[in-house]
């Protein structure tokens, strides 16, 4: 049933979320770990998708739904490397192609009992899934730096965020709203410094560099860098729906964290955390501490991300206003709607913009 | 709020689900003993009723809701064979006619002041509805055979699907979902052979005769025809809502297991069903075992076919394919389209189709 | 999923509702006392509010969306008298100005950053919001009568109602639901009496006058008035929520029952309810004998007001019919869609006309 819509002055909302459908991309389905000899269902960019592993243990994604009666696959078995369909037990290969009709006399059609099938790869202890069905893709997933640095420790893990891709994304890059939403933790000084911020537009995402940054105050920064005053800070926006940022202390310590965020629904992000840090002391003792002090930030992230999330929904859609401080979200978002359309496939020149906040 | 819609490559679906709303025919409202003399609350095909017994005890039903100001007539009650509307005291008689509007020094005007009321017939312990409101049927419900021959012993139960009534349909009507379905307990032996079916359009449906099919195995044959090597098997569909399976063992045993199904939306089905029987053993000896086989056969179908409309709401639509195996399930939809549209009143000349499956 | 509309017959619904929707009037948002130091939330006529005091103590309403990144500001908290974001720490004072963008070297923009405020009066306890944001309105919120004379006791309390408007103002002002709704308790006494209504059209509402009305039947007036005989009864609908009822016993006893409703979304309204009375024992005597019955005849309007919203939207819609015994229904809901239009700003002619009805 619709009511009328309400005619209030002014109108509350242009009626549009920063949504951003992008086909053409990888996105981690999942780790590798968690996909065993049993069907896993995941949602990737909107499309549900069993998950198997073939006979050969290597990793598949179909379209989550029989050709024949649209059942779920995912709720089937894997029967000699194949999926078994649970109403009528079709059976389906790796790459989707129906191998048993059961009942049928004749030859099943070859088109027409396909399944669809996603081009998979799986890298560095993840599954990832291309966002279009049956094709080849010309890109290859993205690179985790450090990971195979012995010097280096990684910390990985899995969270959620209720809210737009957008959202996240602008979230992640922003330090303005860290001394509100971490406070005490990340920042929250209130004795301010102005400092001159490098904006670089990439070919496949934005970098921004603080410069003359003084070391953050707050707990986070006093246990990662104790002694620390040099201080190198980058944030990252990458194609299609990672986030990354990195501080340098000096020349030998780096912390990296990098959110490969994969769009469930339009409100739903898997977000996959991988961490790479080379600080002064030993791994095994650094890493709980970097542990509770990110997990801490991003649940925290996680909360104004939602409380975010559902009063746009509540209005109906968003009505934005930026200053200066929003360093990058507009550019951002920009990207996406690029990257949605198809129109990014060319590298463009990096260029360079520089803007004056109060850190 | 309306996000832009996806456009992924392929489309998922066709955005169509079968659904048809057939209005010109009956359809089992409750058991007769379920209607005392309190207002009972029961949907029909989408129609919101409220049934009850006027003075002389004659089931009536009209739609659950009061002229006057749209409150639900069966939250009011029964007062000298005349439904009474909790909110004003309205009351209508079995043919919907307002008897009283207290407070008004006039006669009610006759016209204005009606519920809308709908055809019933009460027959063979069940209460039957039309689905078109104040009109006179042509046509009478459904009699089930054999329920009233003494050497037949009648078991009645009362079940729910949740998924369109062709799905359930087809479902019945079809054998090869059953090894997979119904494993050990109906088919299921890997070694097959393969069989002719007839397949007969029908006036009022279809009948399917399965020609030199063994008796299946599994459990049921095992405990129902222990001893029986001639078998003659039949689905049948009957329009509108009716889907029946009978099993004859030799010229004197039979099993007719008819599930006459009520859409209550497009997604959930009460369905009663009526099974008679003349096996080897007394009635009071096979009954237990019937239920409890037919049971389990039943609420497995339902689990089977509740997660397929689960997984065709999730993708929006239906995108079926068929083969050779589908016997009937095409021709059962383009009869519930026609019976939708009301060009089914003609009955037509039988025909018969024959096809090799694998039992 | 959308599917396919049911195309039944007759047709259910016009597929109305009866929605106003009223923004050029004063509502209650809250009592006086429920606004402390902390931001509340309050929805009025479908507006989502933060109300919060600000530095002076003075009531403030905002929208409930900051302009920045549209998280709600009622997350947030009161900081010299300004309201800050919980996400980034925007300020803003009573006006809806926004004072502080923390990390901003420049000063920000005054129009693009302003929180939408809207105007507010505290009177009598209350706090009234106007439905209209940024303007000065040209009228004054609604003066409860007898609440300042020290003659009359009053009492006040906090209902809600989860129906349209429009059915709470009929409702309160419809004597014939109360032998059936109020069984024993308001009137039910099966013999009835004809009695002549007045009913008046004014400028900003309707007065219903009960010309030689008996005492009613039932416990109330039992309690209320035990040695009345002569009553004079007044039913009122005041623009755009308020619905009263007066009871004058002879020339000195007086109880008057105002119910200003504050539509919170289409079917929830937060009724205020403020009683005022002089009877024949003390204030002290008679509050719980006037609480106990008005609280027990207003939950059961809410339970039936409830069970007819309900059905309504089941069926997508009105189907009213009504007759003489439905005195004003139909005028209420001209004027409030009147009022909706911004029709009803000039006084119009007291215009009345008489009807008889069995009460």
Known sequence: M????????????KGHISVARMTNYWY??????????????????????????????????????????????????????????PYHGWQFDNSGTC???PGLCS????????????????????????????????????????INDSSYTTWREEFAYECTLHAALENITDVSHTPF??????????KRKQITVAIRNQSNGIEIEYLDEPRPSGLAAQIIAPNVTEVNHFDRFLLPSMAQVEYRFGNNYNLLVTQAMTPVSD?????FLVVTFRLG???????????????????????????????????????????DVDLVSSQIWFMLQQAERGELRQPKEISEKRVQILI
Chains 1, 2, 3 share one sequence.
């Not at 990737?44 to 050969?56: E, H, K, M, N, Q």
Request: hydrophobic share 40%; charged share 20%; glycine share 8%.
């Open 99 to 101: 191998q048993v009709v």
């Open 181 to 190: 939403v971490h406070t005490g933790l990340l920042r929250g000084d209130p």
């Open 107 to 146: 030859v099943p059609d070859q088109s027409g009992t396909r399944a669809v099938a996603y081009p998979v790869v799986e890298q560095d202890g993840f599954v990832w899934v291309f966002g279009n069905a049956d094709i080849e893709p010309e890109t290859l997933p993205y690179q985790f730096p450090n």
């Open 2 to 13: 619709e009511l009328q819509k309400p005619h209030l002055t002014p109108p509350f909302t």
């Open 267 to 271: 409100f739903q992000i898997r977000n």
């Open 28 to 85: 981690i389905a999942c780790q590798s770990q968690e996909l065993t000899d049993k069907p896993l269902v995941r949602t990737v960019i909107g499309i549900p998708l069993v998950l198997f592993r073939g006979g050969d243990g290597k990793a598949a994604a179909l379209l989550d739904r029989c050709p024949h009666r649209n059942i779920a696959l995912s709720l089937g078995q894997v029967v000699n490397g194949n999926l078994e369909c």
């Open 281 to 323: 002391l030993p791994g095994w003792v650094m890493q709980p501490l970097v542990k509770f002090l990110l997990s801490s930030i991003i649940r925290q992230d996680g909360v104004v991300l939602k409380a975010q999330a559902e009063n746009i929904r509540r209005f109906g859609g968003e009505q934005f206003m930026s200053t």
